[in-house]
């Protein structure tokens, strides 16, 4: 017995020891597991991420159109911030080259150097590129050349409260619109230049023009406009691969018309606005040639107002269509077209053999018909055209393309145009806070300057959130403030002494 014992005793530590040291390498595989996992986890949300803008106005996402521009960037840009902390979007202009970093996959290099502080980089990087601003403002640079964007150029700040104490107030942030001009400037190299015909009572470009927002917003593109007065030139300059018509009050001489013709056939570029007021036979049977017949009508509806009682609008509720590069992104999005807007009727099968395409755009919305007697005011007369009205859909939008290929994968050389049978849909007091017909014209114009790969919604200015009350909301709000917000804590202290009392 005692043999056994003394045996029993000497095995168990070897058994202890064995056992320890089992646990021991375990817990060391389980900790390099997890150290292992966490480092692989790591790595890959690193390097395989997505970001959300859940705020109201979107303020930091960026648009489609920058994003497919960023996408398009061969080499490497440098982003230089000379922001003082005291500037009131400094935060703003950080997120937003976050989201441009994130969006360029490693193509974007951003240093932020706050000039108060870090003196000697500040006068470094001021030597090189020459800035002579003191404001706060961006430093971009791409093989070689070099843009600056100052703060006031990516927002409006309102600073009437600073006599009443208060600090400067941001109205509307526009930094992506400013950032994404001056990268388009760089990368591209030059301007595009967009011929802008006069000559016939167009809307100026300079001056007091009514189309000042559509001028800023096509510029923003790195395109600039350069006028154009075709009894003055013996032939549309090379230089000019596209040309804007915008509501001609009077028709083009034969001379001009030539002009135009030969810059079609040597495939030129044309937007055309069409002012169904204005009386223009040559310009109209020149789209005639291309398969496209403007109608000397007018687009009507009537609408309900009350149980029996319909008003008559003029104003053409429409839609886009996704057929098109230009509209594929704007697809069933509407849009209201002011003023008066005729019908355009296609004919694709006559000029098919003539290797022309037309491609609808905008459709007007069902329930609008086309009224040939539009200067009647026989309401009557129009009520009765209107219940006539066979319900096909009108086309007030076109493009044109002669030549070239139906596979938008193919880039052979083509004449294009793009004609709309509305002129005053693109001028500031039509245009309004939604900005579908500048997206429209943006993608029309980077259609027709080969320049697909930029067409998308551009990008959004926020709005200032607003509260309007009438009286019987103030009359409301008066009586939860005063009564209501009171009465609840009240009725609670109530209902806890009662309890108690109990």
């Given at each position: 017995m005692e043999t056994v014992t003394i045996a029993e005793e000497t095995k168990q530590p070897t058994?202890?020891?064995?056992?320890?040291?089992?646990?021991g390498l375990n817990v060391l595989v389980q900790v390099v597991l997890v150290l292992f996992l966490a480092a692989m986890m790591n790595s890959i949300a690193f390097k395989h991420y997505r970001r959300w803008d859940f705020s109201r106005d979107k303020k930091y996402a960026l648009s489609d159109k920058t994003k497919r521009f960023l996408n398009t960037i061969k080499g490497k840009v440098r982003i230089t911030v000379f922001f003082s902390p005291n500037t009131p979007i400094t935060v703003d202009v950080q997120n937003l080259l976050t989201e441009f970093q994130y969006a360029a996959k490693g193509k974007i290099d951003i240093e932020n150097i706050d000039p108060e502080?870090?003196?000697?980089?500040a006068k470094e990087v001021v030597d090189k590129y020459k800035v002579v601003s003191d404001e706060s403002l961006l430093v971009i640079d791409y093989a070689g050349r070099n843009k600056t964007v100052k703060a006031s150029e990516m927002a409006d700040v309102d600073q009437s409260g600073m006599a009443f104490g208060e600090g400067p107030r941001v109205t509307a942030f526009k930094g992506e619109q400013a950032i994404t001009s001056a990268m388009m400037d760089l990368v591209e190299g030059k301007k595009n230049t967009l011929g802008y015909v006069l000559g016939h009572k167009e809307p100026p470009l300079a001056g007091n023009t009514p189309i000042s927002v559509l001028k800023t917003f096509i510029e923003n593109e790195n395109i600039k406009f350069q006028e154009l007065n075709l009894f003055d030139v013996g032939a549309i300059p090379s230089e000019l691969k596209a040309i804007v018509i915008d509501g001609p009050q009077y028709d083009f001489s034969d001379r001009e018309m030539k002009l135009l013709r030969d810059f079609w056939e040597k495939q030129g570029r044309i937007l055309l606005l069409l002012d169904p007021a204005a009386k223009t036979p040559k310009l109209n049977a020149f789209l005639n040639e291309l398969g496209v017949k403007a109608n000397?009508?007018?687009?009507?509806?009537?609408?309900r107002t009350g149980i029996q009682e319909v008003?008559?609008?003029?104003?053409?509720?429409?839609?886009?269509?996704?057929?098109?590069?230009?509209?594929?992104?704007?697809?069933?999005?509407?849009?209201?077209?002011?003023?008066?807007?005729?019908?355009?009727?296609?004919?694709?099968?006559?000029?098919?053999?003539?290797?022309?395409?037309?491609?609808?755009?905008i459709q007007a919305e069902k329930g609008y018909f086309a009224e040939k007697d539009y200067n009647s005011n026989d309401q009557a007369k129009l009520q009765a055209d209107a219940k006539r009205n066979p319900g096909t859909a009108l086309t007030i939008g076109v493009s044109i393309e002669k030549g070239g290929s139906a596979d938008e994968r193919v880039q052979v050389n083509s004449a294009r145009m793009v004609v709309v049978s509305n002129a005053t849909f693109l001028q500031d007091n039509a245009l309004t806070q939604d900005q579908q017909a500048l997206d429209f014209i943006s993608g029309s114009v980077n259609w027709l300057l080969s320049r697909e790969q930029l067409i998308g919604i551009a990008p959004k200015v926020p709005k200032t959130l607003t509260f309007s009350l009438n009286e019987d909301a103030l009359r409301d709000l008066r009586w939860i403030?005063?009564?209501?917000?009171?009465?609840?804590?009240?009725?609670?202290?109530?209902?806890?002494?009662?309890?108690?009392?109990?």
């Open positions: 058994r202890k020891k064995i056992r320890r040291l089992q646990i502080r870090n003196l000697s980089r000397d009508d007018r687009l009507m509806v009537f609408l008003a008559l609008t003029r104003d053409v509720q429409a839609h886009f269509l996704g057929g098109s590069p230009i509209t594929k992104r704007l697809a069933e999005v509407r849009a209201l077209f002011f003023g008066g807007t005729s019908s355009l009727t296609l004919e694709p099968e006559r000029v098919r053999a003539a290797n022309i395409r037309l491609e609808p755009l403030i005063l009564v209501l917000l009171p009465l609840v804590p009240a009725v609670i202290g109530g209902a806890v002494w009662w309890r108690r009392r109990a």
